[in-house]
């Protein structure tokens, strides 16, 4: 409720700072950098369930971390660089509708939107760890002030430095490495080692196999209700 309500208080404040047709390129990198969210191919559900099955086990613990985040780092940068041609092609489109400075801003700041790519696929693994481990009320505490941070964040940036885009997106980028700090630090008092990647076949295997359906899942059941 607090971030929603959040969000319509300061929506005006948004429009006086950047404009409306800044705050729609704002509105529709939130969306897409969502809709690359599923770069993680689900490895976060993957990881809260093996977490939760492992009985408080530490090396199976280490085992499913250390996999998770080999799997994370390749997965952060395939997405990082499908999201960056793919934004780059979309603003480059842009000059047929909207002011060159506009559109040469949009296309600046490319690489900061591609960069929140790796950090959402580690929050999604962070987030499944907490879950996993059954840490829902410090994960609900850092999600609400992830959220107002991320609403919060671009808007004073865009008052004391510069409304352009890229500054506003940067910002945007900072908050969410903010959030992903903070669930680093939960996560790592949440547990009795300190995780290291490494790589197992098997573990890896079961991540990605479990990941994948429930991705899969996720995508048709839109599909499905319809």
């Known amino acids: 409720i607090t971030p929603v309500a959040l969000t319509i208080v300061i929506l005006p404040f948004y429009l006086d700072s950047i404009g409306i047709e800044r705050y729609g390129l704002i509105a529709t990198i939130w969306a897409i950098t969502s809709y690359f969210s599923i770069s993680d191919l689900g490895i976060g559900r993957a990881v809260s369930q093996r977490i939760a099955k492992s009985d408080g086990n530490s090396e199976e613990q280490k085992q499913i971390l250390g996999n998770a985040f080999l799997l994370n780092t390749a997965l952060g940068l395939v997405g990082a660089i499908l999201l960056q041609t793919t934004v780059t092609y979309f603003f480059t489109e842009l000059a047929k509708t909207n002011s060159t400075e506009l559109r040469l801003e949009a296309i600046a700041c490319t690489p900061w939107i591609a960069a929140m790519i790796p950090v959402i696929v580690f929050r999604s693994t962070l987030v499944g760890t907490l879950q996993g481990l059954q840490q829902f009320k410090s994960l609900g505490a850092c999600n609400i002030f992830a959220t107002t941070l991320a609403q919060l964040l671009p808007l004073i940036a865009a008052k004391t430095i510069s409304p352009s885009l890229e500054v506003v997106v940067a910002a945007i980028f900072a908050a969410r490495?903010?959030?992903?700090?903070?669930?680093?630090?939960?996560?790592?008092?949440?547990l009795t080692f300190i995780p290291q990647i490494m790589l197992s076949r098997k573990t890896s295997t079961e991540l990605l196999r479990y990941g994948g359906w429930i991705s899969i899942t996720a995508l048709l059941s839109p599909i499905l209700v319809v």
């Open 177 to 190: 490495c903010c959030s992903l700090a903070l669930l680093g630090l939960l996560t790592r008092s949440a």
